[in-house]
C-alpha cells in the first residue's frame, strides 16, 4: 500500500496463501489454462472474501472446449482444493438425461408413485455429504479460512456443494430449463416438494460444442494441437467457434445466467510434457503403494516416445494416459508378477532401437525406507490435502519423505536431472 496524504492506496493484485495455494494447484493440475485459472482464483477470491450474492448460486461457470483439454479435471481441481478429495463433488453424467423420463433420477418421484422412496441425486443430503465428510476429516479449505465464513459454517448445518453438469448437450432441454430456475433463484423443488437451496453451490458446466465447426473452419483434424498454425489464432478461433457453436445450441437466456463460459485453449507440445509429468508423478505413488514397492524413472527418450504416441489431435490428452498405461504400467506388471521386480529397486524406463526398454538397479530403497513407507500408506490415503493446510503435518512429511528417497534414486542412477 502506498501512502497519499491520510489515505493508503490498496493493491487489488494482493493474493492471500490460501488463494496462492489454490492457484499452484490448478496450474499444477490444469495444463495450459491459465484464463481458466485466473477466472476461478478470482471467483474464490469472492467466495473466501464472503462478498457474493447471497440470492444466487455462490458460482455458475460454463466451460467450453475440444475433449481432452481439462473440463473435467478443473472440477477435480476445485474438489482438492476445497474437500481435499478430487473425487468429492456430485458429478450429473448429461448423457444419461437424454430422454426427459430420466429426469425423476434428479428429482425424484412424487409421494406415491414408483420410486418415491430412493432418494433423488440433487437432494440436499447427497450435495453436502462432501462438505460434511471434509469437516469430519479435517480435510481441505474447510480446516482453516471456509470454517470460519458464516455462509458456509458447519455447526449451523450450512455446507458448501460442489455439482458438476457433464457435457450439458447432450442432456434433454428440459434439464437446460431447469438450471434456469436453480441459476436464476437458486432453489430446486423435488418431486416430493422438498426445496433444495443452491444457494452455496458451486455449479459448473462442462461442454464440446463447437469442437466439429472449429475442425471444419480449419479445415483439418488437429484440433486441440497446434498444427503449424500460429498458437494465438488457433486459440482465438477455437473461442470463437465455441462460443458461435453454443448460441446455436442453448437458448440466449440459458447462457446469460452464468457468471462466466470459459472457453479453454488449444493444448501444445510443451503442455503435453507438462501433463506427462503428472501422470508419471502418480505412477510413481502407485509403485511406491504397490505389493513390491519399488521407485521408478523415465528417461527422456521414453518421454518423447510416449508423447508421440500419445498425441491423438481429436482426442485432446486422453490418449497420452492410455499410452503410459499400455507401454510403462502394463510391462512393469508382468515384471513384478515375474519376479524381476523386487522390493527397493530402482526402474528406469527408456526407448531404444524402437522398443521400450526397462532396466533396474537393486537395493536403492533400503528396508528400513521401505517399512516407512508402509507404515505410511494408511496417514497418506487418511491425509489427502497436500496444498498446505493445517492437518498435523502428516501431508508435508509423506511428500518429504517422498522426496527424499526420489531424491536418493537420481543421485544412485548417476542421472540427476532426470
Not at 536403492?364 to 494408511?378: C, D, G, K, N, P
Not at 517422498?402 to 537420481?410: D, E, I, L, Y
Amino acid at each position: 500500500c502506498e501512502v497519499a496524504g491520510n489515505r493508503l492506496r490498496l493493491d487489488p493484485d494482493k493474493r492471500n496463501p490460501d488463494l496462492s495455494r489454490f492457484r499452484e494447484l490448478m496450474d499444477r493440475m490444469v495444463i495450459g489454462q491459465p484464463a481458466a485459472s485466473d477466472a476461478l482464483a478470482d471467483s474464490m477470491s469472492r467466495v473466501l472474501a464472503g462478498v457474493g450474492d447471497p440470492d444466487s448460486p455462490v458460482l455458475s461457470l460454463m466451460l467450453m472446449g475440444p475433449t481432452g483439454v481439462g473440463k473435467t479435471e478443473t472440477v477435480r481441481c476445485l474438489a482438492e482444493s476445497l474437500y481435499g478429495d478430487r473425487r468429492a463433488f456430485t458429478r450429473v453424467n448429461c448423457q444419461e438425461y437424454s430422454a426427459h423420463y430420466n429426469l425423476s433420477k434428479l428429482l425424484g418421484s412424487p409421494p406415491g408413485y414408483v420410486g418415491g422412496e430412493i432418494k433423488p441425486l440433487l437432494a440436499q443430503e447427497n450435495l453436502e455429504r462432501h462438505h460434511r465428510e471434509a469437516v469430519e476429516d479435517g480435510r481441505g479449505m474447510f480446516n482453516h479460512n471456509l470454517a470460519r465464513l458464516p455462509r458456509f459454517d458447519a455447526e449451523e448445518g450450512r455446507y458448501l456443494s460442489l455439482v458438476c453438469f457433464d457435457e450439458i448437450e447432450k442432456a434433454h432441454p428440459k434439464l437446460w430449463n431447469l438450471l434456469l430456475g436453480i441459476l436464476e433463484d437458486g432453489v430446486l423443488v423435488l418431486g416430493n416438494n422438498e426445496e433444495v437451496d443452491f444457494t452455496r453451490a458451486i455449479i459448473v458446466l462442462t461442454t464440446n460444442v463447437g469442437s466439429r465447426s472449429m475442425g471444419q473452419h480449419l479445415g483439418h483434424e488437429n484440433l486441440g494441437f497446434d498444427a503449424g498454425f500460429e498458437d494465438e489464432q488457433v486459440d482465438r478461433d477455437l473461442r470463437e467457434a465455441a462460443m458461435r457453436e453454443a448460441k446455436k445450441i442453448f437458448p440466449f437466456e440459458f447462457l446469460n445466467r452464468f457468471d462466466g463460459l470459459l472457453t479453454y485453449d488449444s493444448l501444445k507440445q510443451d503442455h503435453l510434457y507438462q501433463i506427462l509429468d503428472n501422470l508419471v508423478s502418480s505412477v510413481h505413488l502407485r509403485s511406491i503403494d504397490c505389493t513390491e514397492p519399488f521407485l521408478l524413472r523415465l528417461d527422456q527418450t521414453a518421454k518423447d516416445e510416449l508423447v508421440r504416441i500419445g498425441t491423438d489431435p481429436q482426442f485432446g490428452a486422453r490418449p497420452l494416459r492410455r499410452a503410459v498405461e499400455v507401454n510403462v504400467v502394463t510391462p512393469i506388471s508382468h515384471l513384478i508378477c515375474s519376479g524381476q521386480i523386487l522390493r527397493g529397486d530402482l526402474v528406469s524406463v527408456g526407448f531404444v532401437d524402437d522398443a521400450f526398454v526397462f532396466e533396474k538397479e537393486h537395493g536403492v530403497m533400503t528396508a528400513s525406507e521401505i517399512e516407512e513407507f508402509e507404515a505410511l500408506r494408511e496417514e497418506r490415503e487418511r491425509s489427502r490435502d497436500l496444498d498446505g493446510a493445517d492437518d498435523g503435518g502428516e501431508a508435508n512429511q509423506i511428500v518429504e519423505q517422498v522426496g527424499q528417497v526420489v531424491a536418493k534414486s537420481k543421485s544412485l542412477s548417476g542421472d540427476p536431472e532426470a
